[in-house]
């Protein structure tokens, strides 16, 4: 039975025993048990984004694709940010795996102080963009629109990221609920604050697409200070003296860490910012409804980014544990039950995407372009399961590089020329920027699998097991 920590069982600095049933509820239970309160939290954080579409999408065409170009560089900058702090959640659920109470309350510090350093280089390098929207070919309305929203949402991100690093430090010590329940809590102050700030209601300024911006700054930072009271305070957490001195260097090393992660990401995140830019090219009403796309795909996205992240802590742990056979068990039910669920989410977006884009804008145009390219995205929603799940097993063996090297070649060398080539020379506009990196994630994640697949099989486990499980005390990634 797992142990908490923070718990006085007399146990403490024992490795943690896991669930080591062969059957596939003794690893279906454990993950979705994790995993739930990790789905409600990034639909917390997809409701953020979801509320500012809904209402921007009522102030007009302009305003929308102001937002999605906005949007475009804030993504980036957020898959950076996020692979950037991305070691800290498997070293802690590693050291958590092995019972080692220490190296959880050091990498926690470590973290902490990396996602506030993180996010102000990222807020800095965003608030640079601002004054050259214009030369970057999208539509002059739309790039002057964007500019004070881009402004606020980049100052926005150290509070964000701090929060996220903080709630990992929650879910790999296994507690989720409270994160989520602070995540419901910034959810409502955001929603509030946007339809007071951008039209003008209950005596408020109407801003219009800065109001969205000012509510997004306001929520995120109240959110990472209520974290960060919450980790000081809760009894159960209080024995790793998180907020206690930082030693040297901890930080440090978690970035270089995260750099194989961060450069996974931005590579993925850069080469749809790359297809969004592509778009602004095809039109305003492209872009708009591109935001409109991505706000309702974003609804079945985060599925299989929780699982991901339930499945990078579980295997993890079984490798802190020792139990090789244990981290493969979870990496493969988890890739069978990903893809069932957004087989379902697929049904629903093939069959009602053009429902879904006429609740987000009330142009007709943009609402019927919209529709398509939601259908287009619900075919997206197997492989995208496929490919983010076993990238979260392989995250949890620490085996970074390679899949940065994957990264590189299915965005940058196969997917963009094949957007380009099909938005541009075939003339399929919009559409054929959602289609051009489609069969390449098809592609790249069964790559993933297979590589977990390898990296886990029980002929090679004799040599593999003495490096993973010193892999939550080795300062290098495996390759």
């Known amino acids: 039975m797992e142990r908490e920590i923070g718990s006085d069982d007399g146990s403490r600095g024992q490795p943690i025993v896991l669930h080591s049933a062969a059957k596939p509820v003794g690893v279906v239970l454990p993950l979705l048990g994790l995993a739930a309160p990790m789905l ?17 999408g009522h102030l007009g065409a302009v305003p929308l694709a102001a937002a999605a170009m906005a949007g475009n560089f804030v993504m980036v900058a957020m898959y950076f940010a996020y692979g950037a702090v ?4 498997p070293r802690i659920a590693q050291a958590h795996g092995a019972g080692d109470r220490q190296m ?15 996010g102000v280089g990222i807020s800095l390098a965003l608030s640079a963009v601002v004054p050259i929207l214009d030369r970057l070919g999208q539509p002059g309305d739309v790039a002057g629109a964007g500019r004070d929203y881009l402004l606020l949402i980049a100052w926005s991100l150290p509070g964000g990221i701090l929060a996220v690093v903080l709630g990992q430090i929650a879910e790999a010590v296994n507690r989720p609920w409270p994160v989520l329940g602070l995540m419901a809590v910034a959810v409502a102050i955001n929603a509030i604050l ?46 790793l003296r998180i907020c206690s001195r930082q030693p040297r260097g901890t930080a440090m090393e978690l970035f270089r860490l995260g750099l194989p992660v961060a450069a996974q990401d931005l590579l993925e995140g850069g080469a749809f910012a790359v297809g969004a830019v592509m778009l602004g090219w095809v039109g305003t009403n492209a ?10 795909a974003s609804l079945a996205w985060m599925v299989p980014v929780s699982l991901s992240m339930a499945t990078g802590v579980r295997v993890a742990h079984a490798v802190g544990a020792g139990d090789l056979a244990a981290a493969r068990r979870t990496g493969i039910v988890a890739v069978l039950l990903g893809a069932g669920i957004m087989a379902a989410c697929a049904a629903v977006y093939v069959s009602g995407g053009k429902a879904m884009a006429r609740v987000f804008t009330d142009d007709a145009e943009v609402a019927a372009l919209a529709g398509t390219l939601v259908c287009i ?12 799940v076993s990238l979260g097993a392989l995250r949890g063996l620490l085996d970074n590089r390679v899949p940065m090297i994957a990264n590189a070649i299915c965005y940058w060398g196969l997917s963009l020329p094949t ?36 990296l886990t099989d029980p002929a090679r486990q004799a040599g593999l097991r003495p490096a993973l499980r010193g892999a939550a005390t080795t300062p290098s990634p495996r390759t």
Do not use: E, K
């Open 40 to 56: 409600l939290g990034q639909a917390g954080q997809v409701l953020l984004q979801l509320t500012d579409t809904l209402l921007i």
């Open 86 to 89: 991305g070691a800290v959640s």
């Open 104 to 118: 959880v309350a050091t990498t926690a510090r470590g973290g902490m102080v990396l996602a506030i350093c993180v």
């Open 194 to 239: 946007n339809w007071c700030l951008i039209f003008g209601n209950w005596g408020c300024p109407a801003l219009g697409l800065a109001g969205a911006g000012w509510a997004t700054l306001v929520a995120r930072w109240l959110h990472a200070a209520a974290l960060l009271c919450w980790l000081a305070w809760d009894r159960r957490l209080t024995p």
């Open 287 to 296: 872009l708009a409804a591109n935001q409109v796309t991505i706000s309702i």
């Open 377 to 388: 995205a619900g075919v997206y929603q197997i492989s995208d399961a496929i490919q983010s």
């Open 419 to 454: 957007v380009w080539l099909l938005t541009f020379r075939c003339g399929w506009g919009a559409t054929g920027v959602w289609m051009g990196y489609l069969p390449w994630m098809v592609a790249t994640g069964l790559f993933f699998l297979w590589r977990f697949l390898r």
